[in-house]
């Protein structure tokens, strides 16, 4: 199909649509409506060059008819809507980057404070005060090391010590049952 008749078919869709009827002459201008609008919007550009319209209402209307004699509107509006359903489906995920983004913006003093700005300067110190750290905790892993080796050391002593008093109790009881045998009845 011709591509003029096909902006043709479309402007008389969007009349039909607006309620206008096609080839009506609008304020004494002859020709079809497509005409008539481009007419009117070359001249409204002219009018806003010249300084008659603000200029901003004459690109309105430049984007307005550019738009709807676009051959592929039906299809950027779908794109539209499908993109329209994207960002609605993302909005609360945009809430809260929204929300981090203000608690960012709140935060901004502290960062900016000046025990924040010498973080970089004070990090050699950190890092010293994090070997000596760990020094003392290599130190402190001996030291613990060698209780433990003592605790050990004198809990197998505490134990053979009292295996020999064990034995040792019961020598003396025995020797005591030799020495002095128990009666039977008092009598013996």
């Known amino acids: 199909m011709d591509p003029i008749a096909v902006l043709q078919n479309r402007i008389e869709q969007l009349e039909a649509k607006l309620g206008l009827a096609p080839n009506m002459p609008l304020e004494s201008q002859q ?23 603000k200029l901003s209402e004459a690109m309105q209307i430049a984007t307005e008819l550019n738009n709807y004699t676009d051959p592929n509107l039906i299809e950027n509006i779908q794109q539209q809507n499908i993109q329209m359903q994207e960002v609605s ?3 609360p995920i945009l809430r809260h980057h929204c929300h ?4 960012c913006k709140q935060a901004a003093p502290v960062l900016e404070s000046e025990a924040i700005q010498k973080v970089p300067q004070m990090q050699e110190v950190v890092d010293n005060m994090h070997a ?3 020094e003392v905790k290599t130190e402190a892993d001996v030291v613990s090391l060698g209780v433990q080796q003592l605790a050990e050391t004198c809990g197998a002593a505490a134990s ?3 295996e020999q008093l064990t034995n040792i109790a019961q020598k003396v009881e025995q020797v005591e049952q030799k020495m002095f045998p128990k009666r039977r009845n008092g009598l013996d």
């Open 132 to 134: 000596a750290a760990a």
């Open 100 to 103: 981090c983004m203000h608690r």
């Open 31 to 53: 020709g079809d409506s497509a005409t008539i609008n481009l007419l009117n919007a070359a001249q409204a550009i002219n009018n806003a060059t010249a300084g008659h319209e």
């Open 160 to 162: 053979n010590a009292s």
């Open 89 to 91: 489906a993302a909005e």
